[in-house]
C-alpha cells in the first residue's frame, strides 16, 4: 500500500483555498452597538441562527458576547448547544421551541424555548412539573401567520386564573411581516395587536422587531431588540442606504484565463454569444457553492426577462458573469480588465466591499440573506479582528 504525505504543517489553507470568505469580526461588534445605539432604551439581543448567518456561531457569539450581547437567539437546540460556551452568561433563546427528547439539552445547557403553539405549551408545562422551574419565552402571532399562539388565545392565557402555577415566562414576543417597508400599513396593525399583548403580560418583557423593526422607530422597540441580518452587514430595509459596514467577503480562485473569439458561445447551452475576442476567467465557484445558478449572465428566465446577471470584482474592475453558473465553476468576462491585471491563481471578489451582497441578491432574483446563508461547505474561513 502507497504511503501518502497528508501533512499540511507548511500549507495556507486560506491562502490556496480554491474559495474563501473574510469575516471581519470587527465590523460585525461595531454593527450590534449600531443596533443597540439605534434600539434606544431597549437591551440589545443579537440573532445567531443559521451559523450565525453563514458566518460562524462560535467566532461571531464571542465577538457579539465581548461587544455587550446577552441576550441571543437561535433557531435550534443544537444551534443553542454550541453557541453556550461561547456565550457563558448570557440568555439563549431557542426559537423552534421544544419538542419531546430535547429536555436534557434545555436544561443542561441553560437554554430558553420559546413556545410558539398550544401543543408545545402543554408540553412544557407538564415538563416543568416534573423537571422544576426553568424560564420559557412566549410567542404570539400578531399577523404574520407563521410561529405563535393566535392573539386571542394568548389575551385569553394572560388572564386565566386556571392556567398552570408554572407558566411565568420571562418573554413574550411576535415578529414583523413587513418591517423592510415602512410605508406597510400591515407595521401599524402588528403594533397596535402587540401592545395588546404587552399589556396584557405586564410585568413580563416584550420583544417585536428584528432589525428592519429597529429602524421603524421607539414605538417598535419596547424591552428587546433582535437585530439579525443587520448586524452581518446585510440590507434590513428596502430602497433605502445601508448604513451597516460590510462584514462578509467572498472570492474564488480564478482556475485559469482563456481566449475566445467573435461568434463563439460560452458555458452550457451556448446562450451567451461574444459580440467581439474576450478573455475568460474561469473562477472555482458554482452554485454548489452557494452562488446561484439564477446568476448567470445568460440562458435563464431572469436574464430574458431584462434583469441584469451578477458581477465580480477584481483588481479594481467590475466584471460580469458569462454564460451560465455550472455546479463547481463560473465564468467571467475580464476583456476590459487589463492583461497584466489578471492571472490564474487570482481571487475575484464575489460580494463584499466592492459588490454588496444584496446587490448580487437582487441579481439572483433572492435577498442577501439567502446569499450568505447559502455558503456552502468548500468556503475557507478567516477571521479579522480590530487592526488586522
Not at 434545555?106 to 412539573?129: H, I, K, R, Y
Not at 421607539?218 to 428587546?224: G, K, T
Not at 449572465?297 to 460580469?320: D, K, T, W
Request: with cysteine; charged share 20%; glycine share 10%.
Amino acid at each position: 500500500m502507497t504511503d501518502f504525505d497528508d501533512s499540511l504543517s507548511d500549507y495556507d489553507e486560506f491562502e490556496h483555498a480554491p474559495l474563501r470568505l473574510t469575516v471581519d469580526l470587527g465590523a460585525l461588534a461595531d454593527n450590534w452597538r449600531d443596533m443597540k445605539k439605534r434600539s434606544g432604551k431597549a437591551r440589545t439581543a443579537a440573532v445567531v441562527k443559521a451559523d450565525a448567518y453563514g458566518m460562524g456561531i462560535e467566532d461571531c457569539g464571542t465577538t457579539l458576547y465581548h461587544a455587550g450581547a446577552r441576550d441571543f437567539f437561535v433557531a435550534t437546540v443544537a444551534e443553542g448547544v454550541t453557541l453556550r460556551p461561547h456565550a457563558p452568561e448570557a440568555r439563549i433563546f431557542v426559537l423552534s421551541g421544544i419538542w419531546p427528547g430535547q429536555e436534557a439539552h434545555f436544561f443542561n445547557n441553560d437554554l430558553v424555548p420559546v413556545v410558539a403553539s398550544e401543543e408545545q405549551l402543554a408540553f412544557w408545562m407538564s415538563t416543568l412539573a416534573e423537571r422544576g422551574d426553568h424560564p420559557f419565552a412566549l410567542h404570539v402571532d400578531t399577523g404574520f401567520n407563521r410561529l405563535g399562539l393566535p392573539l386571542d388565545e394568548a389575551l385569553f392565557l394572560a388572564d386565566d386564573i386556571s392556567r398552570p402555577a408554572s407558566f411565568d415566562p420571562v418573554l413574550v414576543l411576535s415578529h414583523l411581516a413587513s418591517a423592510d417597508t415602512p410605508s406597510s400599513a400591515m407595521n401599524k396593525a402588528q403594533l397596535e395587536s402587540f401592545r395588546k399583548v404587552s399589556a396584557a403580560f405586564e410585568g413580563v418583557e416584550s420583544s417585536l422587531s428584528a432589525s428592519a423593526g429597529i429602524f421603524l422607530g421607539p414605538d417598535y422597540h419596547f424591552d428587546l431588540t433582535r437585530p439579525g441580518i443587520a448586524l452581518y452587514g446585510g440590507e434590513a430595509v428596502n430602497d433605502v442606504d445601508n448604513p451597516m459596514r460590510p462584514v462578509a467577503k467572498s472570492e474564488a480562485r480564478i482556475i485559469q484565463v482563456r481566449e475566445a473569439g467573435e461568434g463563439q458561445t460560452v458555458s452550457y447551452g451556448g446562450t451567451f454569444l461574444l459580440k467581439r475576442a474576450s478573455r475568460l476567467a474561469i473562477a472555482s465557484v458554482g452554485y454548489a457553492d452557494g452562488y446561484q445558478r439564477s446568476l448567470s449572465g445568460s440562458g435563464i428566465p431572469l436574464r430574458e426577462m431584462g434583469y441584469g446577471g451578477a458581477y465580480g470584482f477584481i483588481n479594481g474592475h467590475r466584471v460580469p458573469v458569462a454564460g451560465r453558473v455550472t455546479m463547481d465553476l463560473t465564468i467571467f468576462d475580464v476583456t476590459d480588465v487589463p492583461e497584466n491585471a489578471v492571472r490564474a491563481g487570482d481571487y475575484i471578489e464575489l460580494f463584499g466591499s466592492n459588490v454588496p451582497v444584496d446587490e448580487v441578491a437582487r441579481a439572483a432574483g433572492t435577498i442577501g440573506y439567502e446569499m450568505l446563508t447559502g455558503l456552502g461547505l468548500r468556503y475557507e474561513r478567516q477571521y479579522l479582528v480590530d487592526g488586522e
